[in-house]
């Protein structure tokens, strides 16, 4: 049996298809604005890590900057140039190798140094120095007391590293 083409069944028919395309074309709608709003979403974690893969690389190249400026040729010599750069050599009472490792393409070297007598402006000098060497020092540990003699002195105990590469 077969249906008879005619006017009104020929515009029910389009009228269907038309409504199944509207249907079809508003779930495309639909599921591409999800997708948009999820892609937004992810954009805006990537700049948020953007942002702190900068702040690290930046880091990074300074102490890569560091490292390759670096002419000392270990850490006896690195401790010499920074006390003797403040005028502080004479307060150093000693420096003693302590360690050397290697860790990939450097070598770590690390010294215990005992500076007698400073006051409290020659501490704050020795640390910002050790912060801001043209080569890689850490400071891994410090001990800071008060002198004997007279209190406003300070003995002060720290282990320096220094990070150059082989």
Same mark, same amino acid.
Request: with cysteine; aromatic share 4%; net charge positive.
């Given at each position: ?50 942002? *702190?893969?900068? $702040? =690290?690389?930046?880091?990074? !190249?300074?102490? #890569? /900057?560091?490292?390759? %400026?670096? &002419? ?37 070297? *690390?010294?215990? $140094? =005992?500076?007698?007598?400073? !006051?409290?402006? #020659? /501490?704050?000098?020795? %640390?910002? &120095? ?37």
């Amino acid at each position: 049996m077969s249906i008879p083409i005619n006017r009104k069944n020929l515009l029910v028919a389009f009228g269907v298809g038309l409504v199944l395309l509207c249907l079809l074309a508003l779930n495309l709608s639909l599921s591409l604005k999800k997708e948009v709003k999820g892609l937004k979403e992810r954009r805006q974690e990537l700049l948020v890590l953007k942002d *702190e893969i900068l $702040v =690290l690389k930046s880091g990074v !190249d300074a102490v #890569e /900057v560091k490292k390759s %400026l670096s &002419k000392v040729k270990g850490i006896v010599q690195a401790v010499d140039e920074i006390f003797l750069s403040i005028g502080l050599k004479q307060k150093v009472k000693s420096v003693k190798p302590t360690a050397t490792r290697e860790i990939k393409d450097a070598v770590e070297e *690390e010294a215990e $140094v =005992l500076v007698e007598k400073a !006051d409290m402006n #020659e /501490v704050i000098n020795i %640390l910002y &120095k050790i912060e801001t060497a043209p080569f890689a020092l850490s400071m891994r540990k410090a001990t800071i007391k008060t002198s004997f003699e007279n209190p406003s002195y300070l003995t002060i105990t720290m282990t320096i590293a220094l990070i150059r590469q082989k």
